[in-house]
Nanobody, 118 residues
Framework: QVQLVESGGGLVQAGGSLRLSCEDSENRLTFDTMGWFRQAPGKQRELVAEMLRGGNKNYADAVKGRFTISRDNAKNAVYLQMNSLKPEDAGVYYC????????????WGQGTQVAVFS
């Protein structure tokens, strides 16, 4: 019913940029919140950025001013433009989508690796 497909991870030098994409290939549900989480080795998964269907955005303090989240509601897609990357931004980035239903079910992508070398 929902299949979040991510792309755009990779290896980049500190100070560089990457753009992550995530799209629901089934496109049958309406999502309220779509966003990105990341998990570094040995650490808990943490919120990076999220965006409500109406346009409100929320960023983790560590990425404010460097990352920009956007979404295309027609495609059920969410994007993350990451600029001025730092080694501490490295990890597996997971796309997240919460359905716009009473159950507010959360869906996850498979994750895409981001590595930053200095």
């Amino acid at each position: 019913q929902v299949q979040l497909v991510e792309s755009g991870g990779g290896l980049v030098q500190a100070g560089g940029s990457l753009r992550l994409s995530c799209e629901d290939s089934e496109n049958r549900l309406t999502f309220d919140t779509m966003g990105w989480f990341r998990q570094a080795p040995g650490k808990q998964r943490e919120l990076v950025a999220e965006m409500l269907r109406g346009g409100n955005k929320n960023y983790a303090d560590a990425v404010k001013g460097r990352f920009t989240i956007s979404r295309d509601n027609a495609k059920n897609a969410v994007y993350l433009q990451m600029n001025s990357l730092k080694p501490e931004d490295a990890g597996v980035y997971y796309c997240n989508a919460v359905s716009a239903t009473l159950l507010r079910r959360a869906y996850w992508g498979q994750g895409t690796q981001v590595a930053v070398f200095s």
